[in-house]
């Protein structure tokens, strides 16, 4: 079960990735406005993949299920900063279009 958790979990960073780039076509700071809309729902992708990891956890005895909790946590730390390379790329870009105007 983990291994279809963590193969939804990239389906959804790539497809958070395919419309940022459609949005990226139609305006630059849409671009920007998206990587810092998945900045933002990182913390809930990283909670409910975690609960969904802990949920489906064979507890054994003595286990607590820290595993769970620290994957939750690297898939939302690995979704934060996905977010914060498109806000960085979009704002690079953006700036870069600025300067060639003037």
């Given at each position: 079960?983990?291994?279809?958790?963590?193969?939804?979990?990239?389906?959804?960073?790539?497809?958070?990735?395919?419309c940022s780039?459609?949005?990226?076509?139609?305006?630059?700071?849409?671009?920007?406005?998206?990587?810092?809309?998945?900045?933002?729902?990182?913390?809930?992708?990283?909670?409910?993949?975690?609960?969904?990891?802990?949920?489906f956890?064979?507890?054994?005895?003595?286990?607590?299920?820290?595993?769970?909790?620290?994957?939750?946590?690297?898939?939302?730390?690995?979704?934060?900063?996905?977010?914060?390379?498109?806000l960085?790329?979009g704002?690079?870009?953006?700036?870069?279009?600025?300067?060639?105007a003037r």
């Amino acid at each position: 079960m983990e291994n279809f958790i963590l193969a939804v979990f990239i389906c959804i960073i790539f497809l958070l990735n395919i419309c940022s780039f459609i949005f990226f076509k139609r305006s630059q700071w849409r671009f920007v406005l998206w990587g810092l809309s998945i900045m933002l729902s990182s913390p809930i992708i990283g909670f409910l993949s975690g609960s969904l990891l802990f949920h489906f956890q064979h507890l054994e005895q003595g286990e607590t299920g820290e595993g769970a909790a620290y994957g939750g946590a690297i898939l939302g730390l690995f979704t934060c900063a996905n977010g914060f390379l498109i806000l960085l790329g979009g704002s690079i870009y953006v700036l870069v279009l600025k300067l060639r105007a003037r």
